[in-house]
């Protein structure tokens, strides 16, 4: 089993920031790509922004020179810093993770519970 659990949610004033984690535990080999989507209410989830196994980085246009995901493969977690936050970025905040089990040695993606983030104006 894996397990993820995110962190560093929480409400901030327009202009503030936030970094928000997510670490993952259990029966990993090895992770590939890593992520993070948001959902606001009425609207479909949307990546923000996603990191490869290799260090490289695609960020939704939205929040690019804003926002910074980066990776700790030692600990299994991945991280996002959200800068200059705007009120349009009010939602609620989920991970992933695609994990290759050392018990099956398949590939999974699993999605952390979600952080709210909410940035007053």
């Known amino acids: 089993q894996v397990q993820l659990v995110e962190s560093g949610g929480g409400l901030v004033q327009a202009g503030g920031s936030l970094r928000l984690s997510c670490a993952a535990s259990?029966?990993?080999?090895?992770?590939?790509?890593m992520g993070w989507y948001r959902q606001a209410p009425g609207k479909q989830r949307e990546l923000v922004a996603n990191?490869?196994?290799?260090?490289?980085?695609n960020y939704a246009d939205s929040v690019k020179g804003r926002f910074t995901i980066s990776r700790d493969n030692a600990k299994n977690a991945v991280y996002l810093q959200m800068n200059s936050l705007k009120p349009e970025d009010t939602a609620v905040y989920y991970c992933?993770?695609?994990?290759?089990?050392?018990?099956?040695?398949?590939?999974?993606?699993?999605w952390g519970q979600g952080t709210q983030v909410t940035v007053s104006s």
């Open positions: 992933y993770l695609t994990i290759v089990r050392v018990d099956t040695g398949r590939v999974y993606r699993y």
């Open positions: 259990g029966s990993i080999f090895s992770i590939n790509d």
């Open positions: 990191i490869t196994g290799g260090d490289s980085a």
